[in-house]
């Protein structure tokens, strides 16, 4: 009975191995003692563990305030960037809107017959200018008239050139008694 209560030092402390043969040299302890050593380490890892919780919850608080803090910097920033972002869309905006002004009035009074493709032509000029005011839009709008002539209107017309003057048509009668004389050759009175 006396190997009942003794438990080598290496081998497993489980309550089932208690008539475990000593080798020789090795130490032995009482099995009560065992026990006790068993209960010590399990509450140490209790407590260990229960530490390791509670440092996780305090380090998951203090990151909620940091962030709590840094979000409304961050908040502020981001709604910086947003206005700003609104204000250069709103200056882009004007500008463009300013240059379409500046193109009409340097192209109303030129006779160019396809406006549209004119304004498409003179923006794609004036894409490399960084100051763009009147007159350079005037130097770009002849610059397109003298490569592009065939965006004038011309005075003659010229079926090959495509662009044709209008006539007033008498063709197309009034009234009725129009078309009767037209009809009848003049004959009606």
Same mark, same amino acid.
Do not use: C, H
């Given at each position: 009975?006396? /190997?009942?209560?003794?438990? @080598?030092?290496?081998?497993?402390?489980?309550?089932?191995?208690?008539?475990? =043969?000593?080798?020789?040299?090795?130490?032995? +302890?009482?099995?009560? +003692?065992? !026990?006790?050593?068993?209960?010590?380490?399990?509450? +140490? !890892?209790?407590?260990?563990?229960?530490?390791?919780? =509670? $440092?996780?919850?305090?380090?998951?608080?203090?990151?909620?305030?940091?962030?709590?803090?840094?979000?409304?910097?961050?908040?502020?920033?981001? %709604?910086?960037?947003?206005? @700003?972002?609104?204000?250069?869309?709103?200056?882009?905006?004007?500008?463009?809107?300013?240059?379409?002004?500046?193109?009409?009035?340097?192209?109303? /009074?030129? #006779?160019?017959? /396809?406006?549209?493709?004119?304004?498409?032509?003179? !923006?794609?000029?004036?894409?490399?200018?960084?100051?763009?005011?009147?007159?350079?839009? @005037? %130097?770009?709008?002849?610059?397109?008239?003298?490569?592009?002539? +065939?965006?004038?209107?011309?005075?003659?017309?010229?079926?090959?050139?495509?662009? $044709?003057?209008?006539?007033?048509?008498?063709?197309?009668?009034? /009234? #009725?008694? @129009?078309?009767?004389?037209? $009809?009848?050759?003049?004959?009606?009175?």
């Amino acid at each position: 009975m006396a /190997d009942d209560k003794k438990v @080598e030092a290496d081998a497993s402390t489980d309550d089932t191995d208690l008539d475990v =043969e000593e080798p020789e040299g090795s130490k032995t +302890y009482d099995a009560e +003692y065992v !026990r006790k050593l068993k209960a010590e380490a399990k509450s +140490y !890892r209790q407590d260990k563990a229960q530490l390791k919780k =509670e $440092f996780e919850e305090t380090k998951k608080k203090l990151e909620a305030l940091e962030s709590e803090k840094l979000t409304d910097a961050e908040k502020k920033e981001k %709604r910086i960037t947003e206005l @700003e972002k609104i204000l250069a869309d709103k200056d882009s905006a004007i500008k463009n809107k300013e240059i379409e002004a500046l193109i009409t009035e340097a192209i109303s /009074d030129k #006779g160019i017959v /396809d406006k549209d493709v004119a304004k498409l032509l003179i !923006r794609a000029e004036l894409d490399g200018e960084e100051d763009i005011n009147s007159k350079a839009v @005037e %130097r770009v709008v002849e610059k397109i008239i003298k490569e592009k002539p +065939y965006l004038i209107a011309s005075g003659s017309a010229n079926p090959s050139s495509g662009n $044709f003057a209008k006539k007033d048509n008498n063709a197309a009668p009034k /009234d #009725g008694v @129009e078309v009767l004389k037209k $009809f009848v050759g003049g004959y009606v009175k």
